[in-house]
């Protein structure tokens, strides 16, 4: 029972849980089998989780407006990522994809020939097209 208070305090002080389990000299496996066996310890553990966030909070926000932190500006902005999701660097919204699937198709040999043919023609045309406008005279418009 020892082990078990002195993991959760050292958790509610905000360390991790491998660290917790070394200041109270007990192993992960074993608080893991206390979380497991034991939906108290499992409540017990959640609620410390919890209070060291808000106390790590509540420092981070005192200092993200501390003028005199010169580091403010940084913990202000992943305060406000936490607070409005959409200053999250991997923000998404929520969209339904849909994927259809389209049928392949397989074209002969000649296919495949005439429709380059028909590429060939029509930018040999805009070439020409573009050749003819470049040699154009240029249109008064006093005339």
């Known amino acids: 029972m020892r082990e078990q208070n002195d993991f959760l305090t050292a958790l509610k002080l905000g360390h991790t849980v491998t660290k917790a389990c070394q200041m109270a000299s007990v192993s992960r496996r074993r608080v893991y089998y206390f979380?497991?066996?034991?939906?108290?310890?499992?409540?017990?553990?959640?609620?410390?989780?919890?209070?060291?966030?808000?106390?790590?909070?509540?420092?981070?926000?005192?200092?993200?407006?501390?003028?005199?932190?010169?580091?403010?500006?940084?913990?202000?902005?992943?305060?406000?990522?936490?607070?409005?999701?959409s200053y999250r660097d991997s923000f998404k919204t929520e969209t339904a994809k849909e994927i259809v699937k389209t049928q392949e198709f397989e074209f002969s040999e000649k296919e495949v020939d005439q429709a380059l043919e028909i590429l060939k023609v029509r930018k040999a045309a805009q070439a020409q097209q573009q050749t003819d406008k470049a040699t154009d005279p240029p249109v008064d418009a006093a005339e």
């Open 35 to 85: 979380r497991q066996e034991f939906p108290e310890f499992e409540e017990a553990w959640d609620d410390a989780l919890a209070a060291s966030k808000e106390e790590l909070e509540e420092h981070l926000r005192s200092r993200a407006l501390d003028k005199d932190d010169r580091s403010g500006h940084l913990l202000l902005m992943f305060l406000l990522k936490k607070l409005d999701p």
